[in-house]
């Protein structure tokens, strides 16, 4: 659930320093009291360690001192027995691996204070620091906890801490500001709840309380074992309630009947704007917990949203704090907050560019807006009655076919192609639109010719209008095996007239002969040779003849023949091939071709998915496939998703009725035809893939300068062109070359990147010049 490699490494360091340690029967807590104090020691004081004996007793003189300004405790002969260690393993790690070991130390002593777990702290802190960074609020984090809040949001620059209540355990406290200034932050307490600035539209205020034991009274003596409605409660008698307030709660507690009395004594369900629920930890283990938001300083939301971030299926692969960012992000959304999807993770802006791509909207088994009257005092905080990831329809929400699908309703186009890197998500995609074609009972056929089948299954109830392909049928192992799969294919193709055409017609783009043959099948190089022609059964052309001929022969006992037109007067070769004979690549393009004939209803039209089509092609029939998919949709009413990993694809795609996407992290954007004219241009738009000789960096500049000039000379430029689009497309370009392996040195790269930044000059030049004019 919370994943942190640095915490890995942080944790082995910590282990290697104790394995050279020799004090016996030394306790945790004390050794790494010892290290957290050695470690911020030189980090506060920026100095280094001494290398002498006697500087070595004088420093670590210094660090008792450090220590007891802190107030706390360290013994002299532990921090001797100890020191070298510390120095040894630290002395080749950056500052900032050694920055982070220390804040994971403190981390775990912080920890033994009373129901504080330092991963909850970075979990919370994911979903606050994101909500009040975007919003740009004064922030009070009332129960410091870890201070992860003030170190996630602030960062290390010389500031002082958001306002944090000083009524906690002195222990808890020194540490607290230990690891703050450890991080170059100034602690800031507040002593009264009184003295809380919270009053105001960009008030912000967290109360993320350890206890969790809810209390019958309403009065608060102490902060410490008070919950956090508790401590809004009494905030509320002190402020009126003025600001945003970010609450935390176990899930059980939150809907204990003394909570739940609590709540009906605050009469403030209508301010609630949102209830997130999400995984954390409590004492040590995973636990369900709820965030609450209520904003007082504006009308109560007609709609709340709720948000379920929990073991959602649908989130495997985001760890617990990159969930509770991701529901910010919905949150400040569901707000009219505009969202940057690359400012996120990869695995968040995948998801929230295809579920939020328009900003929000309610995305089954996530997230859901709820009508306020249909909120009761005993459903308020249960947010998996309103949102139930369980009973959702599509469990994936990943990748969204939404925008394909209502392509296809809306323009039939004959084709449709996604490229994309690996891990993109293009066969969860197909299988998305697979999942939402047939919930429409459109018919579908998905074929895959990659490992990974993402396809739904085929069930009684949608094996009418729906067949699935995988790569065990098209890429049988077996030769024998093939050879059967496409007989049968074969058998129905030639009782059918239309079918008959569109397969020859095919046939010749792959330059094989129309004429196909049933020869006997063999088993060994002699039987072959003792094939003779006479042996051998001609299928004919004319569908009528077939049928008769098709239901006497048992056509296991045979294999297919055929022979390729070679055109060149030179190097005729008249032969014939057994199937068998031919190449993987050669046996896999005739039984796709053969399965895509078989299924197709022509009175019925068909949906194809093709998944990875490309596999065992060779870059000429990767040239071919476009054509020949464009000519099974005209004869048989068919029409193709295609998800791939070749350029040639793209670049060999007719450029009428046939959309070309780019799937990146989630996102599908489509590829104009004029800019799918090269390889090149497809593995920068594509791959993010930069190459020497790559004239797509020189082409794109003059594209988008040219653009600029007809705005200036108040021509029309492209519709899709923008000052704002232009220069991200310089941006990309960039970042895109700065990231490619070939040497930053290289003329033709130093060429490219003055092309780059002289049209960034331009366009920003023009951009000036028609603002000052308005």
Not at 179 to 188: D, E, F, H
Not at 418 to 435: C, P, Q, R, T
Request: hydrophobic residues 40%; negative net charge.
């Amino acid at each position: 659930m919370y994943y942190d490699y640095r915490d890995l490494a942080a944790a082995a360091t910590l282990k290697k320093i104790r394995k050279h340690v020799t004090v016996p029967k030394l306790a945790d807590h004390v050794f790494n009291m010892s290290c957290a104090t050695i470690v911020s020691f030189f980090l506060v004081n920026e100095e280094t360690p001494a290398r002498s004996d006697d500087d070595i007793n004088q420093q670590i003189g210094h660090i008792i001192e450090f220590a007891n300004s802190f107030q706390l405790k360290v013994t002299p002969r532990v921090l001797n027995a100890i020191y070298s260690p510390v120095i040894r393993v630290l002395d080749n790690l950056p500052t900032e691996d050694i920055r982070y070991f220390a804040n994971y130390v403190l981390d775990l002593l912080l920890s033994e204070q009373e129901n504080i777990d330092y991963r909850h702290c970075k979990i919370v802190a994911g979903f606050a620091g994101q909500l009040f960074s975007h919003l740009r609020s004064d922030v009070v984090d009332l129960f410091p906890n870890t201070a992860e809040l003030s170190l996630g949001v602030l960062g290390r620059a010389p500031r002082r801490s958001f306002p944090m209540s000083a009524d906690i355990a002195q222990q808890h406290r020194a540490l607290v500001e230990l690891k703050l200034q450890t991080n170059n932050i100034q602690p800031n307490f507040v002593h009264d709840l009184a003295d809380f600035r919270i009053h105001g539209s960009r008030a912000a205020c967290l109360i993320d309380s350890p206890s969790q034991a809810s209390s019958a009274t309403t009065h608060l003596d102490i902060l410490s074992g008070a919950t956090s409605e508790d401590i809004y409660f009494a905030l509320s008698q002190v402020h009126g309630k003025q600001g945003k307030f970010i609450l935390t709660r176990t899930y059980t507690g939150v809907i204990s009947a003394q909570a739940n009395e609590k709540w009906q004594q605050l009469n403030d369900h209508e301010k609630i704007e949102s209830v997130v629920a999400f995984d954390s930890y409590y004492q040590g283990k995973p636990r369900k917990f709820v965030i609450i938001v209520i904003d007082n300083t504006r009308a109560a939301a007609d709609k709340p949203v709720y948000i379920n971030v929990t073991e959602n299926p649908a989130l495997a692969s985001l760890d617990a704090i990159e969930r509770s960012m991701l529901a910010a992000s919905i949150y400040l959304m569901w707000l009219g907050q505009p969202i940057s999807p690359e400012k996120y993770t990869p695995r968040i802006a995948t998801i929230l560019n295809s579920q939020f791509k328009n900003g929000y909207r309610d995305v089954d088994g996530l997230c859901k807006q709820v009508a306020r009257d249909e909120l009761t005092a005993r459903n308020t905080f249960r947010v998996n009655q309103h949102v139930d990831f369980g009973a959702a329809e599509h469990k994936r929400i990943d990748v969204n076919g939404d925008e394909i699908v209502a392509l296809i309703a809306k323009e039939n186009p004959r084709s449709i192609y996604v490229i994309g890197n690996n891990g993109a998500g293009k066969s969860l995609l197909l299988g998305d639109i697979a999942s939402k074609l047939l919930n429409n009972e459109i018919r579908t056929v998905g074929i895959t010719l990659s490992q990974s089948n993402r396809f739904p299954k085929v069930t009684q109830e949608n094996q009418d209008y729906y067949q699935t392909c995988g790569s065990s049928y098209l890429s049988a192992r077996s030769k024998f095996r093939k050879s059967e799969i496409i007989l049968a294919a074969l058998d129905t193709i030639f009782r059918d007239q239309l079918k008959i055409d569109t397969l020859i017609e095919c046939m010749g783009l792959l330059k094989f002969k129309a004429q196909m043959y049933l020869a006997p099948r063999s088993h060994s190089k002699s039987e072959r040779m003792a094939h003779e022609s006479d042996a051998m059964i001609a299928l004919s052309t004319d569908a009528a003849e077939n049928i008769a001929e098709l239901e006497q022969l048992h056509l296991e006992i045979y294999t297919l023949a055929l022979s390729k037109d070679n055109e060149s007067h030179l190097s005729k070769d008249n032969r014939y091939l057994l199937f068998t004979d031919l190449s993987s690549g050669e046996q896999n393009i005739l039984l796709l071709l053969a399965h895509i004939i078989e299924t197709a209803q022509v009175d019925t039209h068909t949906i194809v998915l093709l998944d990875e089509p490309e596999v065992s092609l060779h870059v000429s029939w990767q040239q071919t496939l476009p054509k020949i998919l464009n000519t099974l949709a005209e004869r048989l009413s068919v029409s193709f998703i295609t998800a791939t990993h070749a350029p040639v694809l793209i670049t060999n795609a007719p450029v009428t009725d046939t959309p070309c996407y780019v799937l990146d992290a989630g996102k599908l954007t489509l590829i104009p035809p004029a800019r799918r004219h090269s390889v090149e241009t497809i593995l920068v738009a594509g791959f993010n893939t930069y190459t020497p000789h790559n004239r797509e960096v020189y082409e794109r500049c003059a594209q988008l300068v040219a653009a600029v000039i007809k705005l200036k000379n108040e021509q029309a430029p492209p519709a899709e062109f923008s000052f704002e689009s232009a220069i991200e497309q310089l941006a990309a370009l960039k970042n895109t070359m700065n990231n490619s392996d070939m040497d930053k040195q290289d003329s033709r790269f130093l060429r490219d990147m003055e092309l780059i930044k002289t049209a960034h000059s331009a366009i920003t030049s023009a951009k000036e010049e028609v603002v000052s004019n308005d």
